[in-house]
């Protein structure tokens, strides 16, 4: 299965909302935090750039207001067509003004995250991490363990995810075996993640500039093929906003 991921940061989201669909305005409009504005939104920009670099659209904000992304009664996000559900899965995550969309285009079970490598306490060790997994955290050296604990946790996120439950559920009902040995030439390596009922999921993981990403699905996606984003669609975006 091929996996598709974009990110964009607060600064690549046009000033207007003249791309955002009339549904999707409305419920802009019923936020009433700062934060929580500037997040959703953020979340929303990237998600229709990255479908519609997939489907090979123009960036115009008539094109993106047809692009709707709509929250499931589970609160993952669907793509819409005007009121039509598009064969097309996305995840989204995002942390500290940085949003990540990991496309695939079909239904499939998908989740990604990202993460900001920063410290963890071992009581939040023993709450969300499962026997094997805390037996892997204390082997590790004290310089990786921060590395180590940002990406079970994410990869953990990103199974929830897929799961179509987020932190609904138990965060020990899923268990994470990353293998750091097996890097492809951009900076992803394999993991797998098993969901005590029986489904396993695989996926990959990535550390760039203290940032873990972590994308799993099922079927098993190949390495994420990141979406580039053409010199034409920025200038158009840019006439746009």
């Known amino acids: ?11 690549d989201v046009p000033e207007e909302n ?3 669909s009339a549904n999707e305005a409305a419920c802009l409009n019923g936020l009433r935090f700062a934060k929580r504005r500037a997040d959703w939104r953020l979340g929303r920009w990237t998600a229709k750039l990255a479908v519609s670099l997939c489907l090979d659209m123009p960036a115009f ?8 992304i709509r929250a499931a009664p589970s609160g993952e996000p669907e793509v819409f067509f005007g009121n039509q559900r598009a064969e097309i899965t ?3 995550s995002h942390r500290a003004g940085i949003a990540l969309c990991s496309v695939a285009m079909s239904h499939v079970e998908l989740g990604c995250d990202l993460e900001t490598v920063e410290p963890r306490s071992d009581a939040f060790v023993a709450d969300y991490f499962t026997v094997e997994e805390q037996a892997l955290v204390a082997r590790a050296s004290a310089a990786d363990r921060a590395r180590l604990l940002t990406l079970l ?3 953990k996120e990103s199974a929830l995810k897929a799961l179509h439950a987020g932190l609904r559920l138990d965060t020990r009902c899923v268990i994470v075996s990353p293998f750091e040995d097996s890097f492809d030439r951009n900076g992803w390596s394999a993991l797998r993640v098993r969901y005590i009922h029986g489904v ?4 990959w993981w990535q550390l760039a500039e203290n940032i873990v990403r972590t994308v799993v699905g099922s079927p098993a996606p190949d390495s ?8 034409h669609f920025v200038d158009c975006a840019s006439r746009s906003a």
């Open 1 to 11: 299965m091929n996996a598709y991921w974009l990110e964009q940061t607060e600064g």
């Open 18 to 20: 003249d791309w955002l």
């Open 61 to 68: 904000p008539p094109v993106f207001k047809k692009i709707e």
């Open 90 to 92: 996305i995840s989204l």
């Open 153 to 155: 946790w994410s990869a």
């Open 200 to 203: 396993v999921f695989h996926g």
């Open 224 to 231: 994420p093929i990141p979406l580039a984003i053409p010199a």
